[in-house]
């Protein structure tokens, strides 16, 4: 009897290891579009220790924390000198990166850092060539979660090589080289690819380990750049999934430079492409509006839908397209934006998106029900601007 017992024992042991639930499974780095703030798109290299530390607090009392905002990211300017051994220390900016990552860790956050697989920076400063390992043990040591690699000088080397062919496997390799000491550190680090899109990365950057990677050229604080940026991500949809995410750059909500409507266009259209959100303004001196923008709910739910499936353009009539993202619940997210200047009136027939003739359709920004009976839908959107629905059947 006792032994039956002990066998029945060991079988449910074992039963349960095999199908998982004996412990949980870590959650997967990036399972959706990471989250946080940046320091380059406002700061630049005017980033330091002490702002950091201002924009972890506002990030915490303004409500974004909460909102899903986790990561700050340090970018280019933190590298001082290499000592004798050839380890990395920050500047004079950055004091003592540990105790910063222990002040950014101690709010629930987690601390993002930048180099480069050249020997410089976009920005001069000291890259990571041949000092791979060291440099992700050093970020391992001062509890780094996240790296952004950004490619840089490394396309200095990248022309003595004697065909493209050869240019793109030693992009491939310095990738892959940094992949490697980041996974030999045991910490987990969300790797973060930066090389404009160059050679379609979107095709190969899961390969390589990227958690993202850019997948354009810098964003600026204008809407012609944003859209330019944005809008040019059709037909990449496919490329993007739980843990590798195609990344259109930093958002430029709360710089200054569009209008409410525009950053509302900027909000959807990185919401329907299951783009990162990393804030690029400063969090300590946002304005109610700002605020609500990067926090709506809403918004933030459509972006980080745990389905993970990137949306995309389905038509496009002069500047007036429509966008559409399919998400975990049955429903979809559905963009109507106005690239021209001026109101227009648009038109969705929903009966053509695949959809029945009475659904269930919220206006997110507008936080209102609206009644569809006939499966059409007009709407005036204004000049820049953008109506985003969420259509349930
Ligand atoms: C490149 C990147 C930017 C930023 C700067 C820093 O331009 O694309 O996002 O990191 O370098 O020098």
């Known amino acids: 009897m006792k ?83 050839g380890i990395i220390h920050s500047n004079s900016k950055f004091p003592d990166m540990k105790a910063l990552a222990d002040y950014v860790h101690s709010k629930g956050l987690k601390l993002g850092i930048y180099s480069s697989p050249g020997l410089k920076t976009c920005a001069k400063y000291e890259g990571s060539y041949g000092h791979e390992d060291q440099d992700a043990k050093t970020y391992a040591d001062w509890g780094i979660d996240y790296l952004k690699y950004d490619l840089c000088s490394f396309r200095d080397m990248m022309k003595q090589a004697d065909s493209p062919e050869s240019a793109h496997k030693m992009m491939v390799d310095a990738y892959i080289k940094m992949r490697d000491a980041l996974l030999k550190t045991g910490r987990p680090i969300v790797y973060s690819l930066c090389q404009y899109g160059n050679d379609a990365v979107w095709r190969w950057g899961v390969s390589v380990g990227g958690n993202l990677w850019r997948t354009t050229g810098d964003i600026s604080d204008r809407y012609a750049r944003m859209a330019e940026i944005g809008f040019s991500q059709a037909g990449i949809a496919k490329y993007a999934g739980p843990g590798h995410w195609n990344d259109p750059d930093m958002l430029e909500v709360g710089n200054g430079g569009m209008n409410a409507e525009e950053y509302r266009t900027h909000m959807s259209l990185w919401a ?19 605020i ?20 995309d353009r389905v038509s496009a009539e002069g500047p007036m397209e429509i966008w559409m993202r399919p998400l975990a619940d049955g429903s979809k997210a559905v963009a109507l934006f106005n690239r021209h200047a001026q109101p227009m009136d648009m038109h969705v027939d929903f009966q053509q998106l695949g959809f029945k003739s009475k659904m269930k359709m919220r206006d997110v920004w507008a936080g209102k029900d609206i009644e569809v009976t006939n499966g059409q839908y007009e709407a005036r959107v204004p000049g820049h601007g953008v109506v985003l629905l969420r259509v349930s059947k």
């Open 3 to 85: 032994n039956r017992l002990v066998c029945l024992l060991a079988f449910f042991v074992f039963a349960s290891l095999l199908s998982g639930t004996a412990g949980a499974q870590p959650p997967k780095l990036a399972a959706t579009p990471p989250m946080g703030w940046n320091s380059w798109n406002h700061f630049a290299g005017k980033i330091d220790d002490a702002t950091v530390r201002v924009q972890t607090d506002a990030m915490v009392s303004n409500g974004m924390r909460d909102a899903g905002y986790i990561y700050i990211n340090i970018d280019d300017t933190w590298q001082g000198e290499r000592d004798a051994q």
């Open 272 to 290: 329907i492409l299951a783009a990162p959100l990393l804030a690029g303004n400063d969090l300590s001196t946002m304005t109610p509006e700002t």
């Open 292 to 311: 609500s923008l990067l926090t709506n709910k809403e918004v933030v739910a459509i972006d980080q839908d745990k389905a993970g499936i990137q949306g």
